[in-house]
Protein backbone atom coordinates (compact mmCIF):
# COMPACT_ATOMS: atom_id res chain seq x y z
CA UNK A 1 0.00 0.00 0.00
CA UNK A 2 2.58 2.32 0.80
CA UNK A 3 4.57 2.15 -2.91
CA UNK A 4 1.15 3.18 -4.35
CA UNK A 5 1.24 6.50 -1.98
CA UNK A 6 4.50 7.06 -3.07
CA UNK A 7 3.77 6.73 -6.94
CA UNK A 8 0.91 9.08 -6.64
CA UNK A 9 2.40 11.63 -4.99
CA UNK A 10 4.86 11.62 -7.50
CA UNK A 11 2.53 11.91 -9.96
CA UNK A 12 1.29 15.06 -8.09
CA UNK A 13 -1.41 13.61 -5.41
CA UNK A 14 -0.62 14.80 -2.04
CA UNK A 15 -0.50 11.75 0.60
CA UNK A 16 -2.58 13.03 2.87
CA UNK A 17 -5.02 12.66 0.41
CA UNK A 18 -4.22 9.36 -0.65
CA UNK A 19 -3.67 8.10 2.65
CA UNK A 20 -6.87 9.51 3.92
CA UNK A 21 -8.73 7.78 0.82
CA UNK A 22 -7.07 4.65 1.47
CA UNK A 23 -7.93 5.11 5.48
CA UNK A 24 -4.21 4.70 6.16
CA UNK A 25 -2.47 6.85 9.01
CA UNK A 26 0.57 9.27 7.44
CA UNK A 27 2.89 8.56 10.18
CA UNK A 28 3.81 5.16 9.59
CA UNK A 29 3.82 5.53 5.93
CA UNK A 30 6.39 8.86 6.61
CA UNK A 31 8.73 6.29 8.58
CA UNK A 32 8.55 3.64 6.23
CA UNK A 33 9.51 6.01 3.33
CA UNK A 34 12.94 7.36 5.01
CA UNK A 35 13.19 3.14 5.88
CA UNK A 36 11.39 1.13 3.58
CA UNK A 37 12.58 -1.94 4.02
CA UNK A 38 13.30 -2.53 8.42
CA UNK A 39 15.67 -4.83 9.99
CA UNK A 40 13.48 -7.03 10.40
CA UNK A 41 12.66 -7.44 7.03
CA UNK A 42 15.72 -7.62 5.81
CA UNK A 43 16.92 -10.24 8.32
CA UNK A 44 13.04 -12.30 7.44
CA UNK A 45 14.24 -12.21 3.54
CA UNK A 46 18.15 -14.11 4.26
CA UNK A 47 16.34 -16.37 6.08
CA UNK A 48 13.83 -16.88 3.16
CA UNK A 49 17.04 -17.15 0.71
CA UNK A 50 18.88 -19.51 1.94
CA UNK A 51 15.78 -21.99 3.40
CA UNK A 52 14.78 -21.21 -0.61
CA UNK A 53 17.90 -22.75 -2.10
CA UNK A 54 18.24 -25.19 0.70
CA UNK A 55 14.65 -26.79 -0.76
CA UNK A 56 15.51 -26.09 -4.38
CA UNK A 57 18.44 -28.44 -3.94
CA UNK A 58 16.77 -30.77 -1.88
CA UNK A 59 12.85 -30.53 -2.39
CA UNK A 60 12.46 -33.69 0.16
CA UNK A 61 14.03 -32.20 3.23
CA UNK A 62 11.27 -31.03 5.51
CA UNK A 63 11.85 -27.72 7.57
CA UNK A 64 14.05 -29.67 10.27
CA UNK A 65 16.86 -30.59 7.45
CA UNK A 66 16.27 -27.03 5.80
CA UNK A 67 16.93 -25.66 9.38
CA UNK A 68 20.79 -27.63 9.03
CA UNK A 69 21.16 -26.57 5.81
CA UNK A 70 20.22 -22.84 6.55
CA UNK A 71 22.77 -23.35 9.80
CA UNK A 72 25.38 -24.57 7.51
CA UNK A 73 25.06 -21.81 5.36
CA UNK A 74 25.77 -18.97 8.09
CA UNK A 75 21.60 -17.78 8.75
CA UNK A 76 20.49 -19.83 12.04
CA UNK A 77 17.13 -19.74 12.90
CA UNK A 78 14.60 -21.43 15.31
CA UNK A 79 13.19 -24.69 13.99
CA UNK A 80 9.90 -22.70 14.69
CA UNK A 81 10.69 -19.39 12.80
CA UNK A 82 11.49 -22.07 9.45
CA UNK A 83 8.49 -23.85 9.76
CA UNK A 84 6.44 -20.18 9.76
CA UNK A 85 8.68 -19.94 6.84
CA UNK A 86 8.04 -22.51 4.84
CA UNK A 87 4.39 -22.83 5.26
CA UNK A 88 4.00 -18.86 4.17
CA UNK A 89 5.57 -19.98 1.17
CA UNK A 90 4.59 -23.12 0.22
CA UNK A 91 7.87 -24.88 0.39
CA UNK A 92 6.92 -28.81 1.69
CA UNK A 93 9.02 -31.84 1.52
CA UNK A 94 7.75 -34.25 -0.61
CA UNK A 95 5.24 -37.29 0.57
CA UNK A 96 4.63 -40.50 -1.12
CA UNK A 97 2.50 -43.52 -0.50
CA UNK A 98 2.75 -46.63 1.78
CA UNK A 99 4.14 -49.98 0.58
CA UNK A 100 1.73 -52.40 -0.31
CA UNK A 101 2.00 -56.57 0.07
CA UNK A 102 2.32 -58.76 -2.56
CA UNK A 103 -0.15 -61.64 -1.00
CA UNK A 104 2.20 -64.29 -0.72
CA UNK A 105 2.84 -65.87 2.72
CA UNK A 106 6.21 -66.26 4.23
CA UNK A 107 8.20 -69.57 4.11
CA UNK A 108 9.42 -71.07 7.01
CA UNK A 109 12.70 -69.11 8.66
CA UNK A 110 16.21 -70.87 7.90
CA UNK A 111 17.43 -68.58 11.15
CA UNK A 112 16.57 -67.95 14.39
CA UNK A 113 15.67 -64.51 15.64
CA UNK A 114 18.41 -62.89 16.85
CA UNK A 115 17.00 -59.62 17.54
CA UNK A 116 13.41 -60.66 19.48
CA UNK A 117 13.33 -59.79 23.16
CA UNK A 118 10.20 -60.82 25.66
CA UNK A 119 9.69 -58.07 28.02
CA UNK A 120 8.34 -58.54 31.42
CA UNK A 121 4.79 -58.46 30.45
CA UNK A 122 5.52 -61.66 28.15
CA UNK A 123 5.39 -59.90 24.84
CA UNK A 124 8.23 -60.26 22.06
CA UNK A 125 9.63 -56.89 21.24
CA UNK A 126 12.76 -56.19 18.59
CA UNK A 127 16.07 -54.30 19.84
CA UNK A 128 17.69 -52.74 16.84
CA UNK A 129 20.83 -50.90 18.29
CA UNK A 130 24.68 -51.49 17.99
CA UNK A 131 27.50 -50.39 20.08
CA UNK A 132 30.41 -50.75 17.26
CA UNK A 133 30.12 -50.29 13.49
CA UNK A 134 28.94 -54.26 11.59
CA UNK A 135 27.56 -55.64 14.47
CA UNK A 136 24.17 -55.74 13.37
CA UNK A 137 22.82 -54.99 9.32
CA UNK A 138 19.54 -55.13 8.23
CA UNK A 139 18.42 -55.87 4.96
CA UNK A 140 14.98 -55.69 2.56
CA UNK A 141 13.85 -55.27 -0.88
CA UNK A 142 11.58 -52.89 -2.21
CA UNK A 143 9.84 -52.92 -5.70
CA UNK A 144 8.55 -49.49 -8.15
CA UNK A 145 6.84 -49.35 -11.54
CA UNK A 146 8.41 -47.76 -14.44
CA UNK A 147 8.00 -47.48 -18.10
CA UNK A 148 9.59 -50.12 -18.58
CA UNK A 149 8.37 -52.44 -15.83
CA UNK A 150 9.37 -52.88 -11.92
CA UNK A 151 12.74 -52.05 -10.76
CA UNK A 152 13.27 -53.97 -7.53
CA UNK A 153 16.24 -52.50 -4.52
CA UNK A 154 17.46 -55.06 -1.72
CA UNK A 155 19.48 -52.86 0.26
CA UNK A 156 21.78 -53.77 3.53
CA UNK A 157 21.71 -50.98 6.74
CA UNK A 158 24.04 -50.75 9.65
CA UNK A 159 22.28 -50.21 12.80
CA UNK A 160 25.10 -48.52 14.77
CA UNK A 161 25.45 -45.03 11.65
CA UNK A 162 22.10 -46.05 9.62
CA UNK A 163 24.74 -46.49 6.43
CA UNK A 164 23.90 -48.20 3.92
CA UNK A 165 26.78 -50.43 3.32
CA UNK A 166 25.25 -52.19 0.43
CA UNK A 167 22.11 -52.43 -2.11
CA UNK A 168 21.84 -53.92 -5.49
CA UNK A 169 19.20 -53.07 -8.27
CA UNK A 170 17.61 -55.30 -10.96
CA UNK A 171 14.88 -55.72 -13.12
CA UNK A 172 13.47 -59.18 -11.58
CA UNK A 173 13.35 -59.65 -7.76
CA UNK A 174 15.34 -63.55 -7.71
CA UNK A 175 17.98 -64.18 -5.10
CA UNK A 176 20.50 -63.13 -6.97
CA UNK A 177 19.43 -59.49 -6.12
CA UNK A 178 20.04 -60.36 -2.30
CA UNK A 179 23.00 -61.89 -3.28
CA UNK A 180 24.82 -59.01 -4.97
CA UNK A 181 23.38 -56.78 -2.03
CA UNK A 182 25.60 -58.83 0.06
CA UNK A 183 28.45 -58.73 -1.81
CA UNK A 184 28.46 -55.17 -2.45
CA UNK A 185 28.91 -54.80 1.66
CA UNK A 186 31.28 -56.94 1.96
CA UNK A 187 33.08 -55.45 -0.75
CA UNK A 188 32.85 -51.85 0.93
CA UNK A 189 33.28 -53.14 4.76
CA UNK A 190 36.36 -56.33 4.31
CA UNK A 191 36.43 -58.98 7.04
CA UNK A 192 32.94 -59.52 7.93
CA UNK A 193 32.64 -62.72 9.51
CA UNK A 194 30.72 -63.18 13.02
CA UNK A 195 28.13 -59.80 11.97
CA UNK A 196 24.77 -60.61 12.36
CA UNK A 197 22.50 -60.10 9.11
CA UNK A 198 18.98 -59.33 10.24
CA UNK A 199 16.06 -60.42 7.37
CA UNK A 200 12.14 -60.98 6.61
CA UNK A 201 11.09 -64.38 5.15
CA UNK A 202 11.28 -63.20 2.17
CA UNK A 203 12.05 -65.85 -0.38
CA UNK A 204 15.40 -64.22 -1.76
CA UNK A 205 16.37 -64.27 2.02
CA UNK A 206 15.82 -68.04 2.48
CA UNK A 207 17.19 -69.10 -0.76
CA UNK A 208 19.86 -71.62 -0.77
CA UNK A 209 22.07 -69.02 -2.64
CA UNK A 210 21.73 -66.04 -0.22
CA UNK A 211 22.31 -68.54 3.15
CA UNK A 212 25.71 -69.90 1.36
CA UNK A 213 26.83 -66.54 0.92
CA UNK A 214 25.63 -65.58 4.21
CA UNK A 215 27.70 -68.95 5.56
CA UNK A 216 30.53 -68.41 2.89
CA UNK A 217 31.37 -64.91 4.46
CA UNK A 218 31.27 -66.08 8.41
CA UNK A 219 28.18 -64.19 8.98
CA UNK A 220 25.22 -65.09 11.30
CA UNK A 221 21.97 -65.20 9.77
CA UNK A 222 18.95 -63.53 11.95
CA UNK A 223 14.91 -63.80 10.54
CA UNK A 224 12.13 -62.00 11.66
CA UNK A 225 8.39 -63.47 12.40
CA UNK A 226 5.54 -63.89 9.94
CA UNK A 227 3.59 -61.00 9.67
CA UNK A 228 5.43 -58.52 12.09
CA UNK A 229 6.03 -55.38 9.94
CA UNK A 230 8.00 -54.17 13.67
CA UNK A 231 10.36 -57.12 13.24
CA UNK A 232 12.07 -55.23 10.73
CA UNK A 233 10.66 -51.62 11.63
CA UNK A 234 14.26 -50.12 10.89
CA UNK A 235 14.86 -51.21 7.80
CA UNK A 236 11.21 -50.34 6.63
CA UNK A 237 11.97 -46.63 7.89
CA UNK A 238 14.16 -46.29 5.60
CA UNK A 239 12.70 -47.65 2.67
CA UNK A 240 9.47 -45.13 3.62
CA UNK A 241 12.20 -42.56 2.94
CA UNK A 242 12.76 -43.94 -0.31
CA UNK A 243 10.03 -44.35 -1.37
CA UNK A 244 9.00 -40.64 -0.54
CA UNK A 245 11.92 -38.95 -1.73
CA UNK A 246 12.64 -40.58 -5.03
CA UNK A 247 10.79 -43.33 -5.87
CA UNK A 248 6.84 -41.49 -5.78
CA UNK A 249 8.66 -37.87 -6.70
CA UNK A 250 7.32 -38.68 -10.30
CA UNK A 251 6.89 -41.04 -13.30
CA UNK A 252 9.84 -42.55 -14.60
CA UNK A 253 10.07 -43.42 -18.05
CA UNK A 254 12.68 -46.17 -18.05
CA UNK A 255 14.40 -48.32 -15.26
CA UNK A 256 17.94 -46.68 -15.74
CA UNK A 257 16.90 -43.37 -15.13
CA UNK A 258 15.15 -44.28 -11.76
CA UNK A 259 18.26 -46.43 -11.18
CA UNK A 260 20.52 -43.44 -11.15
CA UNK A 261 18.15 -41.88 -9.16
CA UNK A 262 17.82 -43.97 -6.35
CA UNK A 263 21.72 -43.88 -6.49
CA UNK A 264 22.03 -40.16 -6.64
CA UNK A 265 19.80 -40.05 -3.54
CA UNK A 266 21.85 -42.66 -1.17
CA UNK A 267 25.09 -41.58 -1.85
CA UNK A 268 24.83 -37.84 -2.35
CA UNK A 269 21.77 -36.89 -0.03
CA UNK A 270 21.05 -39.86 2.27
CA UNK A 271 24.74 -40.55 3.30
CA UNK A 272 25.99 -37.22 2.88
CA UNK A 273 23.35 -34.89 3.63
CA UNK A 274 20.21 -36.10 5.22
CA UNK A 275 21.19 -35.37 9.45
CA UNK A 276 19.30 -37.24 11.75
CA UNK A 277 18.23 -36.94 14.79
CA UNK A 278 19.34 -40.40 16.28
CA UNK A 279 22.54 -39.62 15.38
CA UNK A 280 22.90 -36.13 17.14
CA UNK A 281 22.00 -34.53 14.01
CA UNK A 282 25.11 -35.65 11.97
CA UNK A 283 24.84 -37.85 8.48
CA UNK A 284 25.66 -41.40 8.75
CA UNK A 285 29.20 -40.86 6.75
CA UNK A 286 29.66 -37.86 9.27
CA UNK A 287 28.97 -40.21 12.40
CA UNK A 288 30.93 -42.74 11.76
CA UNK A 289 33.63 -40.47 10.79
CA UNK A 290 33.90 -39.10 14.01
CA UNK A 291 32.70 -41.98 16.34
CA UNK A 292 34.39 -45.64 14.40
CA UNK A 293 36.96 -43.49 12.14
CA UNK A 294 38.14 -47.45 10.99
CA UNK A 295 34.96 -48.29 9.39
CA UNK A 296 35.01 -45.18 6.98
CA UNK A 297 38.23 -45.79 5.82
CA UNK A 298 37.31 -49.38 5.53
CA UNK A 299 34.18 -48.55 3.52
Known sequence: MYPLVRELAADGIPAAVTCRVLKIARPPYYRWLTSPVTDADLVAAYRANVLFDAHRDDPEFGYRFLVDEAREAGESMAERTAWRICSELGWWSAFGKKRGTNGKKPGPPVHDDLCAVTDDKGRVRHVFSADAPNELWLSDITEHWTGEGKLYVCAIKDVYSNRIVGYSIDSRMKSRLAVAALNHAVARRGDVAGYVLHTDRGSQFRSRKFVHAINRHAMVGSMGRVGAAGDNAAMESFFSLLQKNVLDRRTWATRDELRIAIVRWIERTYHRRR????????????????????????A
Not at 275 to 298: F, K, S, V
Open 275 to 298: RQAGLGRLTPIEYELIMAPTATQA
